[in-house]
C-alpha cells in the first residue's frame, strides 16, 4: 500500500507507543495485554479522530476551504479534535450537536462540551436525535456560501474512505512497531463506533496480509447492522486503495453486549474497566467508548476467549476528557 498518494497534515510527532500492561495482564491473570497508545495522538488531548482528520483537513485545504462543519454527538471527541484542527490551520469551525440522549445538551456542561467554546468553536447547532444532521450541516454550508465563504463538511466520526485511511496508516504503524518488538500479535481489539477505526484497521491488516484476529466492540449499534456498516466502509477504503482482495463479512467481528441501555450511558462493567486502567496502570479511558471496550475486553478474557500465551494489543482510541463529565458515576472510589 502506498499511503503517501494521499494528501496528508501531520499532527503527531512521530508513533505512539506500544506498552505492556504488567499489572492488568497479572491482576486478570489472562494473556499478556499491550496498549496502542492513540490517546496520546496530537491535537487537543489526542485521540483516534486526529489520525483521520490529518486526510480530512489535507482535503479541505486542497479544496480552498476557510471553514470545516462537522458532526456528533454533545460530548464528541471528534469535534473537539475537529475544531482544534480548524484551530492550528487558521480555520474557522462550526458544530452540529445530536442530542443522542435527549436533553442531554447543556451549555455549562463539562469535558468535551467546555473545550467547545475553549477552543472557540464559531458555531453551535443543537438538535435532537432523529434530526437529518445531514441537511443541518449543509445548510451552515449554504449560509457561509452566501457571505462568500467555503466550507467543507466533515461527516461524524470523521468516518468515510478519506478518513478510513488514518486507520489503515495506524495498522501498518502496528506492524512496523511489532516487528521491531519482536511482538506477534494474536488479537486486536478496537472500539467499533462511527467506524473509520475499525474499518480502516481492517483493511490495513488484510492488506498486508497480517492474519491477525481484529475484534471490534460496538459502543452503539446492535451486531448485525455494525457488520453491514464495517463491510462498506472497509470495501470503499480497499478500493480507495486500489487493494486487489475484497474485504468480506466473515472477516469482520463485532461484539454489542457492552452497549448497556445506549450509547454514552454508563454501565457497571464500564465503571470497572475505567478503574482497573487507572490503578493498575494509570492510565485514562473514557466512559463512552474505550471505557465499554475495555469492558468487553475483561469480559471476553474472563469467558475463556483468549489463550494464555496469547499477546492482545487494546488500542486505546483517546476520549479522556469526557471523563469530567462522568465524575458522578464514580461513586465507590
Ligand atoms: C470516536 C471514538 C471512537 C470510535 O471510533 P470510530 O472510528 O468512530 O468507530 C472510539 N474512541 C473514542 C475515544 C472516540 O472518540
Known amino acids: 500500500m502506498h499511503l503517501a498518494r494521499f494528501p496528508r497534515r501531520r499532527y503527531t510527532h512521530g508513533f505512539t507507543p ?8 497479572e491482576y486478570l491473570a489472562g494473556p499478556n495485554l499491550y496498549i496502542k497508545r492513540d490517546d496520546l495522538l496530537g491535537l487537543a488531548a489526542g485521540g483516534n479522530k486526529t489520525r483521520k482528520l490529518e486526510f480530512l483537513v489535507a482535503d479541505a485545504l486542497a479544496q480552498g476551504a476557510d471553514s470545516l462543519i462537522t458532526v456528533g454527538a454533545v460530548q464528541s471527541n471528534h469535534c ?3 475544531l482544534a484542527a480548524a484551530v492550528k490551520e487558521g480555520l474557522k469551525c462550526q458544530l452540529v450537536l445530536e442530542e443522542r440522549v435527549p436533553n442531554s445538551y447543556s451549555k455549562d456542561a463539562s469535558g468535551n462540551n467546555f473545550l467547545f467554546r475553549l477552543l472557540g468553536a464559531e458555531k453551535i447547532a443543537v438538535f435532537p436525535s432523529g434530526t437529518n444532521l445531514q441537511a443541518e450541516m449543509q445548510k451552515l454550508a449554504d449560509e457561509l456560501a452566501e ?3 467555503k466550507a467543507y463538511l466533515i461527516p461524524g466520526g470523521g468516518s468515510n474512505k478519506l478518513g478510513g485511511l488514518g486507520y489503515v496508516s495506524c495498522a501498518e504503524e502496528i506492524l512496523e512497531q511489532t516487528f521491531d518488538l519482536g511482538l506477534k500479535l494474536d488479537n486486536i481489539i478496537c472500539s467499533s463506533g462511527s467506524g473509520g477505526t475499525h474499518s480502516g484497521l481492517l483493511t490495513g491488516l488484510i ?3 497480517a492474519n491477525i484476529t481484529l475484534t471490534g466492540i460496538s459502543t452503539r449499534a446492535k451486531s448485525e447492522p455494525q457488520i453491514a456498516k464495517i463491510h462498506k466502509l472497509s470495501n470503499e477504503i480497499a478500493n480507495l486503495l ?9 472477516d469482520i467481528i463485532v461484539y454489542d453486549d457492552y452497549v448497556g441501555d445506549g450509547y454514552s450511558l454508563p454501565t457497571d462493567s464500564m465503571i470497572e474497566a475505567v478503574t482497573l486502567f487507572a490503578q493498575l496502570e494509570g492510565i485514562l479511558l473514557d466512559p463512552v467508548y474505550t471505557g465499554k471496550t475495555a469492558a468487553g475486553l475483561i469480559d471476553l478474557l474472563r469467558k475463556g476467549h483468549f489463550k494464555k500465551d496469547d499477546n492482545v494489543l487494546f488500542v486505546h482510541t483517546g476520549g479522556s476528557p469526557a471523563l469530567f463529565a462522568y465524575q458522578d458515576y464514580f461513586t465507590d472510589l
Request: charged share 30%; net charge neutral.
Open 207 to 209: 492488506g498486508n496480509n
Open 18 to 25: 506500544i506498552e505492556f500492561m504488567p499489572q492488568l495482564s
Open 80 to 82: 473537539r479534535l475537529t
Open 147 to 149: 457571505q462568500g465563504r
Open 242 to 250: 486500489e487493494l486487489s482482495t475484497d474485504i468480506k463479512e466473515k
